[in-house]
Nanobody, 122 residues
Framework: QLQASGGGLVQAGGSLRLSCAAS????????LAWFRRAPGKEREFVAA????????YYADSVKGRFTISRENAKNTVYLQMNSLKPEDTAVYYC?????????????????WGQGTQVTVSS
C-alpha cells in the first residue's frame, strides 16, 4: 500500500528526493514518516510529519539537511535530502501511523513501504 521511490547513487554533498505514494487506501489522516536502515545497523527514525503538514520532527543526524513534506491530494509523502553524507547510505522506508501524534519508535507505525536504496559516495 506504500510504495517508496527516488533512491539512487549520489556523491557526497548532493541531493535526492524520495517519494512514497499510498495506494488502496488513504493516509490523509495518518502521521507519515521515513526510517532508514544502514548496513549492519537497526532501522532508525529519520523524519515524520503530521496529517496536516503543520508539524514535523527530525532525527538530530538529519536536522537542517532533510525536509519532509506531504501532498494529501496525491496521497504522497516526500523526503528532500540535501548535503548528503556517506553515513546517509541506507535503505529508506516510508511508514504510516494511525493516530494524530508524531512518534519515533518503529513499533508505533502500522504500515510500511518496501524501501528504496540510497547510496552516497565519498
Amino acid at each position: 500500500q506504500l510504495q517508496a521511490s527516488g533512491g539512487g547513487l549520489v556523491q557526497a554533498g548532493g541531493s535526492l528526493r524520495l517519494s512514497c505514494a499510498a495506494s488502496g487506501s488513504t493516509f490523509n489522516r495518518h502521521v507519515l514518516a521515513w526510517f532508514r536502515r544502514a548496513p549492519g545497523k537497526e532501522r532508525e527514525f529519520v523524519a515524520a510529519i503530521n496529517w496536516s503538514g503543520e508539524r514535523t520532527y527530525y532525527a538530530d543526524s538529519v536536522k537542517g539537511r532533510f525536509t519532509i513534506s506531504r501532498e494529501n491530494a496525491k496521497n504522497t509523502v516526500y523526503l528532500q535530502m540535501n548535503s548528503l553524507k556517506p553515513e546517509d547510505t541506507a535503505v529508506y522506508y516510508c511508514a504510516a501511523r494511525t493516530g494524530p501524534t508524531i512518534a519515533t519508535a518503529r513499533r508505533s507505525y502500522d504500515y510500511w513501504g518496501q524501501g528504496t536504496q540510497v547510496t552516497v559516495s565519498s
